[in-house]
Structure formats: C-alpha cells, structure tokens
C-alpha cells in the first residue's frame, strides 16, 4: 500500500463522475478511469453489464479495454487504473494482464473484493506482476454512493425493478447486497 497524492484525488473524482453515469443508466454505481505515465486520463469506463447484457462490463473491464484501444496494445505498461470500488477477481486477473503498474481504489468490497478482502488475487505471491496499490481515499464516499443506490432500488415496487436476468424472483438480487457488492453489477 502507498500514500494518495493530490492528483489520485482528482482522478479518482473522475471515476465517481463515471460512476454516478452508471447510477443513471440503472447500474450499479462503479466507475473508473486509466491514467498514462505522463498523467492523462487514457480511458474511461463505467459498469453496464446490464446496458450490454455483459456479465464482463464491469467498469474497469471497460476502462481496459478503451485504454487498449487507445493506445492500440492489451499492454498498458506503467499506467494507473483508478475505481471507486475494489475489484473482483475478474477485474483484478485482468489488471494484471495488462501490466496495469499502480491501483487506486477507493470503496473495499466485503462481499467480492479481490486485493485482500475476500481473496488476493492482486499480488498474489506466486504471480510475478507486482502491482502497486492504494485504497481508502474516498471511500466513505464511494460506499455511500453504493449503498444510496441499493437502498433506492429496495424501496422501487418489484414491478418497477430491473428485470433479472437470471429468472430469480423480483429482488432476490438486492437482499445479499446491502452493502453495495459488485457481485450485483
Ligand atoms: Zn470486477
């Protein structure tokens, strides 16, 4: 773990500002942004597996994947990835595919982070990319953005809720993510 630097708030509000454009497309609320060596913003990317019918869309998927096309290489050497919520197992393998050099993140995620919440898939002993990581600036912020989103969503008619796309009954989805899971995105 390291210090947050000024420019991590910046970058990090900017996630939050991807985040709350997931919130009003119905999404969870995840944002995140990829930051160059040279400190611009690469990409952007804002957690739509509902808009896309992508169990994958999650934001930093989306934000890798810009920030490939961007710079035309799946290798984003010496970049910074910056979200708003601890990243699951999926996001964390592909971050390190990528060769992402620093993570910052905000919000921990009880229920599916993967930098040493509930697995540590990121910096893994026996992996051999080594990523730096940050956590916890904004994070009161970022949580509460989750969890004004699910308790919004509880109080809707079952009617009105989001179709789910697994079958399962009206809600059923939300009761296990009180605290905002990105199981749920
Ligand atoms: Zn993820």
New binding site residues.
């Given amino acids: 773990m390291t210090e947050p630097s000024t420019s991590d708030l910046v970058f990090l509000r900017a996630a939050i500002t991807e985040a709350h454009a997931a919130e009003l497309a119905g999404e969870v609320p995840?944002g995140a942004v990829i930051v160059s060596p040279t400190g611009d913003i690469l990409a952007s990317g804002n957690n739509r597996v509902l808009r896309d019918h992508d169990p994958?869309a999650?934001?930093?998927?989306v934000a890798l994947r810009n920030a490939g096309l961007a710079l035309s290489n799946y290798r984003l050497t010496g970049c910074t990835l910056y979200v708003t919520?601890e990243?699951?197992?999926?996001?964390?393998g592909?971050i390190l595919h990528a060769r992402i050099a620093r993570l910052v993140y905000a919000a921990p995620d009880p229920k599916?982070g993967?930098c040493g919440s509930v697995l540590s898939v990121m910096n893994h002993p026996q992996l051999n990319h080594k990523v730096e990581v940050t956590s916890g600036l904004l994070a009161e912020d970022c949580s509460a953005l989750l969890q004004n989103f699910f308790r919004a969503r509880r109080q809707r008619p079952a009617a009105l809720a989001h179709p789910n796309p697994q079958g399962e009954r009206p809600g059923s989805d939300l009761d296990d993510n009180e605290e905002g899971c990105?199981e749920s995105?």
């Fill in positions: 995840v994958t999650h934001a930093e998927i919520l990243p699951c197992a999926m996001c964390a592909a599916a993967a990105e995105r």
